[in-house]
């Protein structure tokens, strides 16, 4: 706390070795710290006469007797205080603390009126920190200024900022040295100097209508701290860091004119003179001034008087370490330069010249003829006028720039390497010597890349979701329009599925997004595809794939190649053999699928869980045998397969074996007979009748359509095996007991030569023994029991029909319609009840139909001797004889037989007639087929039925 009789902490301060700063120290700082360290600094407004305690005079220590005479501010001028207060602290590290006197407590800083007439000259004084006198830092204004405006911007504000700047710390710059030269001793660089700005002197002209003018003259004195004060004031107390520390605009009044220094913390920051019709010059730099154009009037015409040297010269500073980075000009020829950092420079309307000076700029030319120069980074141009000039004058420092051009023809300025097109009609890009990259539009483009090696892309120049077609070695695109290329050596395609192809040279081509097929054409190329399932064409023992992400966004691709050796490179899946002759082809560390081509092709996979598939390398119907136990394959020339895990046919029909690996085997369309071998296999037979052989638990067999799927059948040596959705068929090889259970489909189950448990499933399913039976011995099985007996004892759940083996087979149904086949051998079938169909196959067999409305169907070659069956129970009412044209030749028309072609009666034995094929002798039950009717040959029996029975035509039916 300061009394009227103390004062606060200050220190000396030693010079900061920079000239334009030390010009302005007073030697004492207030606070008890360094230079550059911030402190709290409280001001107070004295009241008049007795309501303000002030020390002796003896003991004040000011030469003069300013108290004797002191006055207060009125509440306007200590407003105005406030603000000139705030201006200071927004630079610096400082608290400027308004304190309210009393007896016992006052500012550091007392502000207030003296008719002291030593004052008279002046507007006023004030007196460096000190901690030992009491008028350390007081501010003694004329009592003449008590009812001037003291508002920013007037003279009197500039004078009150500039007796602060005294109070805490500053001198003026031509007291003591070291000091500033004449040049800058002036207001452009500090308001604590006593000359003017050099351009200081507006005139104001009133016109008062009729020809009657008047006109007044005033100095523009600065609004705020200026250029030098700033460094200063901060190198006493160091930098206020949130001043405007956010993102601002700095805008400028056309008719209000002013000198002022910017002070800006941080953020993204714009200098504007969007609302200026006089040409400006704004000068982001810092320490650099601005001309922001506020013109004097002029006289009127004929008139005389002082010249007005204000015209917005030098009236806009930016402080050092200041950083603004966008500057927008009006409608004038305006001048924007940048700074070190990426800024914006858009000159609007008007023939502007803009110089980004370091850093990767943007320059906006806007309306009008514009010169734009980048200078150093990486610099956009905006180029909208046929005559706007773009100029880079360093091909290194300069960086890489880039053109965005909306005219319909555009030629690259030296030293600028890439343009953009962004007119949505036909338009015209061409390069320099350079290597360009010139980006299409979505017109009609005629893009020629000059001298250099140079790259046409169309990243940004398609609409819609349709790729791009190009081609060096036609010189043209579609897909964006139909473009023109000449002299263009690399493409890049779009964010779509684009087709790129390259000539005989050595080309780049890069995908960029999509789906894209990339092809170089002769030459060495080098090829990105970029995200997305790209296709790649090698055809040059120099092309280079590159993919540059392993992510899901790589998407899956697939090398096509010709060359007789090709590797495939990281990131990159797939490759294809498309050479005739012999050629190899390596995979990498991912899983690869390796497809092989016609001739003799060593396929090595590499590292990784790899595949080769012969999906495309067969030529022909013939399928391909492929073995990973052997590390060979045949039928699409002879392959050596090294590294592979897994196979894939052809769609023919092949057969693909497995090692002691868990192999995925993928049949692919026709007919496939899959083996995985030991190990947990996959297989997958694809459409055809595919073969499954399963002699691992882990095995798994998958069908994935039950249309083209075809009927399937799967050889299992394994204990237990059930068969997956949409495969139809198993057969037990396993000579043990084994068990077998079907799914939903009609199953066809394989008895082995154990005892094996024959489950269906759901569906209407058979078992068969036509491979189950070792010896001579038949199968004795029954529905009704669901069991069976003579090739092991076999239990029977949830079949329906049964088929015999090559021997004698008793094979009984239950109360179902059952289907009941012997095959092979003299068998015997019992239908039991239901309406069973009864096929008894080659042999001498008993049929029996048991109840229920049964069919008994002939269907092999009839001899007496050797195949003529008994049927025993066949009933006129209910049973019904099925007879197969393709063996009863005679019998042509399908369905009911031909009243005329049966002939029935005691002791008839041959035909009557030429149509007499079917003859039935009541008095004996036979019954037989005459292939010639009357012409003879005599009639073979077929079966023998019960006597007498009243058979007639109604009881056959032909199929």
Not at 27 to 32: A, H, L
Not at 721 to 736: K, Q, S
Request: proline fraction near 3%.
């Amino acid at each position: 706390m300061t009394s009227p009789t103390s004062t606060m902490p200050a220190s000396a301060v030693a010079n900061s070795g920079d000239m334009l700063v030390d010009a302005l120290l007073g030697g004492m700082k207030w606070g008890n710290a360094g230079a550059g360290v911030g402190a709290t600094i409280g001001y107070s407004f004295p009241g008049a006469g007795g309501n303000a305690v002030w020390a002796a005079p003896a003991a004040y220590g000011s030469p003069h007797n300013e108290p004797a005479t002191a006055s207060a501010l009125s509440p306007a001028n200590q407003a105005a205080t406030r603000l000139a207060m705030q201006a200071w602290a927004n630079l610096a590290n400082l608290s400027l603390v308004e304190v309210g006197e009393s007896a016992t407590d006052v500012g550091d800083i007392r502000l207030a009126h003296t008719a002291d007439p030593a004052i008279a000259p002046y507007w006023g004084w004030s007196l460096y920190p000190n901690d030992y006198w009491p008028a350390g830092g007081d501010i003694w204004i004329n009592v003449s200024q008590a009812t001037t405006d003291w508002s920013s911007g007037t003279n009197d504000f500039s004078s009150l900022l500039h007796e602060i700047g005294h109070s805490l710390g500053l001198k003026h710059p031509f007291d003591d040295q070291p000091v500033l030269p004449p040049s800058l001793d002036n207001e452009q660089y500090t308001l604590m100097a006593y000359e003017s700005h050099p351009h200081g002197l507006f005139r104001d002209v009133v016109d008062h209508g009729g020809g009657s003018y008047s006109w007044t003259y005033f100095t523009v004195t600065p609004r705020t701290p200026m250029l030098y004060d700033i460094a200063a004031i901060q190198y006493l107390y160091g930098a206020n860091t949130s001043y405007h520390s956010g993102d601002d605009v700095y805008g400028f009044d056309p008719e209000s004119p002013f000198f002022m220094t910017i002070w800006d913390a941080g953020g993204i920051d714009t200098l504007s003179v969007a609302n200026f019709s006089r040409a400006c010059t704004l000068d982001l730099r810092a320490g650099h001034f601005s001309r922001i154009a506020i013109e004097s009037d002029p006289l009127p015409a004929g008139a005389s008087g002082p010249v007005a040297t204000y015209d917005g010269t030098d009236n806009l500073a930016i402080a050092f370490g200041v950083l603004i980075e966008t500057a927008i000009g009006g409608s004038g020829g305006d001048l924007l330069i940048g700074n070190s950092a990426a800024n914006l420079l858009d000159g609007g309307d008007g023939n502007d010249t803009l110089d980004g000076a370091e850093g990767g700029d943007t320059l906006k030319g806007g309306g009008g003829v514009d010169s734009m120069s980048g200078g150093d980074g990486n610099d956009f141009y905006y180029v909208d006028h046929a005559g706007d000039v773009v100029s880079e004058t360093s091909g290194a420092a300069g960086g890489i720039d880039l053109v965005f051009t909306t005219v319909a023809s555009y030629t690259l300025g030296a030293h600028v390497e890439n343009a953009r097109i962004l007119a949505t009609g036909a338009a015209n890009l061409t390069g320099n010597a350079l290597d360009n990259l010139l980006y299409a539009g979505i017109g009609n483009n005629v893009l020629d890349g000059g001298t250099g090696s140079d790259t046409v892309t169309w990243i940004s120049g398609v609409s819609g979701a349709s790729g791009v077609t190009a081609s060096l070695a036609s010189g043209s695109a579609s897909g964006s329009g139909n473009d023109t290329l000449i002299g263009i050596e690399h493409l890049i395609g779009s964010s779509n599925a684009d087709r790129l192809t390259g000539n005989g040279n050595a080309n780049r081509l890069s995908g960029g997004l999509g789906n894209d097929t990339l092809d170089g054409g002769a030459g060495a190329d080098s090829m990105t595809g970029g995200d997305g399932n790209d296709f790649y064409y090698v055809d040059h023992a120099g092309d280079v794939v590159s993919e540059t992400s392993a992510a899901a966004a790589g998407g899956i691709d697939l090398v096509f190649t010709t060359v007789a050796s090709y590797t495939l490179g990281a990131h990159v899946e797939n490759a294809r053999i498309l050479a005739t002759g012999a050629a190899n082809l390596t995979g990498n560390a991912l899983d690869n699928l390796l497809y092989a081509g016609i001739g003799n092709n060593v396929l090595d996979g590499g590292t990784g869980s790899d595949t080769v598939t012969w999906v495309s390398g067969v030529s022909g119907a013939s399928g391909v045998t492929a073995s990973l136990a052997s590390g060979s394959a045949s039928g699409s020339g002879n392959d050596t397969l090294i590294g592979i895990e897994h196979l894939i046919g052809s769609s023919n029909g092949d057969r693909l074996t497995g090692n002691g690996n868990a192999n995925r085997l993928s049949g692919g369309l026709g007919n496939d007979t899959l083996d995985g071998g030991a190990g947990a296999d996959s297989m997958t037979g694809g459409d055809g009748n595919d073969f499954y052989y399963v002699d691992h638990a882990g095995d798994v067999v998958s069908e994935t359509s039950a249309a083209a799927g075809g009927i399937d059948l799967v050889f299992t040596t394994i204990a237990s095996y059930t068969l997956g959705a949409h495969v139809e068929n198993a057969r037990i090889l396993a000579t043990g007991a084994a068990n077998l259970t079907g799914n939903a489909l009609d199953n066809l189950l394989y008895a082995g030569i154990g005892n094996n448990v024959l489950d269906g499933g759901t569906g209407s399913d058979t078992v068969t023994w036509v491979s189950g039976a070792s010896g001579a011995s038949g199968v004795t099985a029954s529905l009704a029991s669901g069991s069976a007996s003579g090739s092991g004892n076999d239990t029977l759940i949830g079949i329906e029909h049964l088929i015999g083996s090559s021997n004698a087979d008793r094979l009984t149904g239950n109360g179902n319609a059952n289907k009941l086949s012997g095959g092979l051998g003299n068998d015997t079938l019992d239908g039991g009840g239901g309406a069973d169909r009864l096929l008894g196959g080659l042999g001498n067999d008993s049929l029996i139909g048991g109840s229920g409305s049964d069919v008994f169907r002939f269907d092999t070659l009839p001899d007496a001797a050797s195949n003529r069956d008994t049927i025993s129970d066949f009933s006129v009412p209910d049973d019904t004889i099925e007879l197969e044209n393709a063996v009863f030749g005679s019998l042509a028309a399908t369905g009911t037989l031909a009243a005329g072609s049966f002939r029935s009666g005691a002791g008839f034995s041959s035909a009557a007639d030429a149509d007499d094929f079917v003859i039935y002798d009541s008095s004996s039950g036979a019954l037989s087929y005459d292939a010639n009717g009357n012409a003879g040959p005599a009639p073979v029996q077929i079966a023998t039925l019960a006597a007498g029975l009243a058979l007639s035509h109604l009881d056959f039916v032909v199929t």
